[in-house]
């Protein structure tokens, strides 16, 4: 009989390719955890899913589906629409519900036996902000489905990358700033109001709700401080570029990248694992 004697070369090999594998089961064990939760919340559905498709469809119907001024050029108003809902979807989920669940975890003890667990904190979090960049992908991509079938909204496929990297940094840019709000953040009963008080404003004057045209120029360049409307840069110039535009938006994107960096360093300051009601 003959004995396969392992050698230190493979061992190592073997030992290397575990050290690199645990990190990711431990964030797939906590996502898969995540999104089977959210899966059951039917309210976070409709705030996530729901709510943005039924405001597409109410400002389809109140603005119309006919061209519109957009930056001197002419876009259809569904094509409109579809991006301005897009940025509203991302920032509901990985902004607004974030931080709502994020405080009634907190306050709950939730955080505090999790953080008590093996499992390291930073798969915690980063099971979040994934969550929050699935949801946020599922939602935007069903408003593009729903623009183009039912309105004739279009997207060049040349831009779809562009569309991705929009999504992906509006994600992790309002869920640095999510995480860094819910720490300031002391009781749970505050926590939608706050949100609320943060994100509405800026999606107004941002051209979110009401169309760009129609926002005073004043408002305009206040707007364009704020990543909310880098946000509504980034993800409104992939559906223009059958004009001859171009899908990407380097000065949006740093924008988002700065605030992100920002709500980072809040939130590593800030972020409370233990509750603060008290």
Known sequence: MTVALESPLEGQRISGRRAVLRPLRMVTHQLRYDILSLIRNRTAQGFAIAMPISFLVLFVAIFGNGAMHYEGQLVR???????????FAVVDVSFMALVISLVEVRESGVLRRRRATPQPAWAIIASR???????????????????????????PVSAVPALAVGVLAGVLTFACLGFAVAGLIRTFQSAQPVVMACALPLTFISGVFIPWAFVPHWLQHVSEAFPVRALAVALLDPYLALGGRSPWD??????????GAVGLLVAMRTFKWAPQDV
């Open 77 to 87: 108003g569904s094509t409109y629409y579809v991006a301005a809902i897009s940025v």
């Open 250 to 259: 380097g000065g949006a994107l740093l924008v988002m990248a700065a605030w």
């Open 129 to 155: 902000a994934l969550t929050a960049l699935v949801t946020g992908l599922a939602s935007a991509g069903l408003l593009l489905v729903i623009g183009r079938l039912a309105y004739g909204a279009s997207l």
